[in-house]
């Protein structure tokens, strides 16, 4: 007999464990919820297979949200990328081998009017103050890897000297062929012994009745082979220190004016940088540009653009590098897989990805204070020195069967000498 309340063992072979679960009514499965409290409570997990290796794929990436632009500056890149696809695009390896571009493509340019818009009208310009469009045609210039052509030197560097210091009568000689790019204008501040300090300049313009005389030697100047207009800076009154710098113009042609060599440089192989030398040069007393004495004031005053200008060309470029990295590592292979798709390769690219859209936030929005007219030159500053990213450029790294000799000089200059430093990436 067996009392009440006792567990009954029947004899024989024990049941196993899973024949007893199998005789338990079925569970309908639950779909996985995270622990936890509040806005946690309740939330579904997805499910993960562990032993599934991780997607081969890039993840998609979102671009930076931009407001600096209206309608109007987006009519005007497509524009740009057509001028620069169609007459400057083709013809990089040939300005890259020669160092220097083609007079032709200045002149499109000017027909198209992406030529000192501020010009006013009277003088073939548009009067149009806006920077915005010197940042479209920068973005678009590193976009499309157009090399050598210096839209920007002519539209934000020197523009401003012509548009602003010149008198009635320089405006009617020089604005017209500066508008149409007939013209084009070197500005030439650096000196072998001096480099761009202005304070050490020892190039002399002695007043010599209704004439100038002047005697120095530039180097790194821009543009130096094609201009026919060279803006130089020179002490007028040598005892009195930075107050005694005044601006001339040199025109082509003018006896004792010589180009030296076309400088080799590492990168902007296209673009011209020459030396420059003033030997007993007669400048015209109606080529001072603005007021005797007053050049170091004048170079001051447009200084916070100017910054912000080689910010904006930078965090282009470095905008550029990231696209070919981005490219590189989803198109090259390894272990079966894009190089990118890596965890560790993909950190990487979110972190650079990361860095630029913040640079790129606070350029636009100095960008816009410019348009203000409210940028101020510790902001300037602040663009131009920032360390934007560091940036692989992974085309000069041993596993790129191709070297692009053209995109690399294009692009490591651009980033570092701007502050923007570049490495190789490892492959």
Known sequence: MVRPGAVRVSAGRPRSRTASARRRPAQKAQPAAVAGRGWRAGRELPHRDPRARPSARLPKEEPCRRTVFTEEHEQFRQMVRAYLEKECVPHTAEWFAAGVVSREAWRKAGELGLLAWEVPEEYGGLGIKDFRYSVVIAEEIAATGTQGITLGLHNDVVAPYLIDLTTPGQRRRWLPGFVSGELLVAIAMSEPGAGSDLRRITTTARRDGDDYILNGTKTFISNGILADLVIVVARTEPEAGHRGMSLLVVEEGFAGFERGRKLDKIGHRAQDT?????????????????????????LMRNLPQERLGIAVVAIAQAERAFGVTKEYARDRHAFGRPIGAFQVNRFALAEMKTKLDVARVYIDRCVQAAVDGELTAEEAAEAKCAQVVELPLVAVSKGVPKLDKILVVSLIPATVSRRVPACVAPC
């Open 274 to 298: 020459a030396e420059l030398f003033f030997n007993d040069v007669r400048v015209p007393a109606g080529n001072l540009l603005g007021e005797p004495g007053k050049g170091f004031y004048h």
